[in-house]
């Protein structure tokens, strides 16, 4: 963990943590001492916090960047209100492809076995009885809209994959003639221009 966050990552993703000792291993290592394990091995991190003199960064990086473990495995499950009861941990992250093969219920369609819907369910009211956030990973904005409405606070609303493949899918139509690009708005700025 400490590359990622030495490189001036704002935070981490694990995935497949299985035991609450997994995650207090994991919280430790994204903490400096006396919280935590966490070397300090590169000025680099600083440089990505607005350029903020050493001192400061050290003093409130433990405060200051998010740890985000996945709950995506059985036994991780078993013990979710654990997991979230840690200090440190931010938010529970839901892969629920991974979590249904884990307990049995994969995804094989579009539904989901009732089974892993109350997997998730149970996660997220464990982060929120523990004061923390709970993400979902959605393909579709369809999907987030929904667990947007079922008080989720974290929400993927598409795939890298498929935000590629549709813009380029889009920008070729209009390109080869098979499409007139009539309101096509193509990709703006961030001043929307």
């Known amino acids: ?68 473990v996945q709950i995506e495995t059985a036994s991780a499950l078993q013990c979710v209100r654990e997991i979230a009861a840690l200090p440190g941990v931010d938010v529970l992250l839901i892969g629920p492809f991974d979590l249904g093969n884990n307990i049995g219920r994969p995804i094989l369609t579009n539904e989901m076995h009732q089974d892993l819907k109350d997997a998730i369910e149970k996660i997220k009211d464990a982060a929120h009885a523990e004061g923390k956030k709970v993400g979902m990973y959605c393909a579709t904005g369809e999907q987030a809209r929904i667990y947007a409405e079922r008080g989720f606070d974290m929400i993927s609303i598409s795939t890298d994959q498929i935000a590629i493949t549709t813009l380029f899918s889009q920008a070729l139509a209009v390109a080869s003639g098979k499409a007139d690009g009539s309101g096509d708005q193509g990709v703006k700025g961030y001043d929307g221009k």
């Open 1 to 68: 963990m400490d590359g990622a966050l030495d490189a001036g990552a704002h935070g981490i993703c694990v995935p497949l943590i299985y035991t609450v000792d997994d995650a207090k291993r994991l919280v430790s290592s994204t903490k400096f001492p006396p919280e935590g394990t966490r070397g300090f091995g590169s000025p680099f991190a600083v440089q990505c916090f607005n350029d903020e003199p050493l001192t400061y960064y050290l003093q409130n990086a433990n405060s200051t960047l998010l740890t985000i």
